[in-house]
């Protein structure tokens, strides 16, 4: 109708667009509103510049070294220029879609049914139950949001379903468990925790390496440096972001709450808190176990490697998606 809200319209002339070509405009739609986050426009900026080089490679081989210069401009301020300066217009546009692919979402009751769904619903849960600790580097909230989408991901789309979801939650209750409270040990007593001798492939170096490929020798030595104590603390920090995460999916996916949501979410925020208070010398109470966790039937060998390779994907610089294979590899089995 003439005086119907354009919202109104678009949804009426939505309705009428095959299903699979729904389906392709809103993994483009989510494909360009990933743009705005800096990293990827870098990366699409050096990708589309080699694209370009090798165009104008080409066009001098074809029309000679005499039309350098006009090649060169061509190539330059009509290929190059033009979709760089709209790839950077996604740094204000992007997020305005990604919001409007949310609400979109929201409201339907398959959420979990393609790769970009799952994502943008990991996203969304991941805004609304997550607030990292100040120990936290800008990039760890990507990561932990990528490690997220692929377990969730892989169980919703590999059979496995909510279930799926709700294994990784224990085996992540476990190492988080395992790792604050070695810590909390540590403080006390001096003892450290051994990173196990395997973690994850044999061509990444080391069970916990860091950027430099160097891994540190434990999970956590209270002799440490500062900042080699950091990388560990963040790497907890972000496991139990991780933990919290998956939970709000697992009962977002059920549509109902879990009794195990309430002792996770309380261990998760206590971990997170007590990873600020180590990291930044602040005063405040020891480590209490938080009662009424989830519990997992998982080996120490096991738990060291999962808390190696996850310290692993987080010392090493975004993305690190060899890194999040080797440990979602051990997390899902």
Same mark, same amino acid.
């Given at each position: ?7 109104s319209?678009?949804q009426?002339?939505?309705y ?8 392709r405009?809103?993994s ?7 743009l ?6 870098r ?21 000679g070294?005499?039309h ?5 401009a ?14 950077e ?28 769904d ?17 120990l ?8 932990i ?17 909510? =279930? ?6 224990? #085996?992540? /209750? *476990? &190492?988080?468990?395992?790792?604050? +409270?070695?810590?909390? %040990? @540590? ?6 925790w ?12 080391g ?9 540190p ?19 907890? =920090?972000g496991?139990?972001a991780?933990?919290? #995460?998956l /939970? *709000? &999916?697992?009962?977002?996916?059920? +549509?109902?709450?879990? %009794? @195990? ?18 990291g ?18 998982i ?12 310290l692993?994907?987080?010392a090493a610089?975004?993305?690190a ?13």
């Open positions: 109708m003439l005086g119907s809200p354009a919202s319209l678009r009426c002339v939505w009428h667009i095959p299903a699979d070509v729904q389906g405009a809103v483009l739609r989510y494909a360009l509103s990933r705005s986050r800096p990293a990827a426009r990366a699409f900026g050096r990708g589309w510049l080699g694209v370009c080089l090798a165009g104008a490679l080409v066009s001098l081989a074809v029309f070294r005499d350098l210069f006009f090649i060169t061509i190539w330059l301020l009509c290929v190059f220029a033009p979709v760089r300066i709209a790839v217009v996604l740094e204000t546009r992007g997020p305005r879609m990604r919001r409007e692919l949310q609400r979109a979402l929201l409201a339907r009751a398959d959420r979990y049914t393609t790769r970009e799952v994502a943008l619903m990991v996203e969304t849960l991941f805004a609304r139950e997550v607030r990292l600790p100040r936290a580097l800008p990039d760890l909230e990507a990561k949001i990528d490690a997220a989408v692929r377990v969730s991901d892989r169980a919703f789309r590999g059979g496995e379903g909510s =279930a799926g979801v709700l294994q990784a939650i224990t #085996t992540c /209750t *476990a &190492v988080l468990q395992r790792w604050v +409270g070695v810590i909390a %040990a @540590g403080e006390m007593t001096g003892s450290a051994t990173a196990p001798a395997a973690a994850g492939p044999a061509d990444l170096a069970p916990a390496a860091a950027v430099d490929g160097a891994g020798a434990a999970l956590w030595d209270p002799s440490a440096s500062v900042q080699d104590q950091w990388v560990s603390l963040r790497a907890v =920090a496991l139990a991780l933990a919290k #995460t /939970t *709000a &999916v697992y009962e977002d996916s059920t +549509g109902s709450p879990w %009794a @195990g949501a309430g002792p996770l979410r309380a261990l998760a925020e206590a971990a997170m808190d007590y990873a600020d208070q180590i930044l010398r602040l005063d405040g109470p020891p480590w209490e176990d938080v009662e009424g966790a989830p519990p997992a039937a080996t120490l060998d096991l738990l060291g490697q999962l808390a190696a390779a996850w692993t994907f987080c610089p975004a993305p998606p060899r890194r999040l294979r080797a440990f979602l590899q051990l997390l899902t089995g």
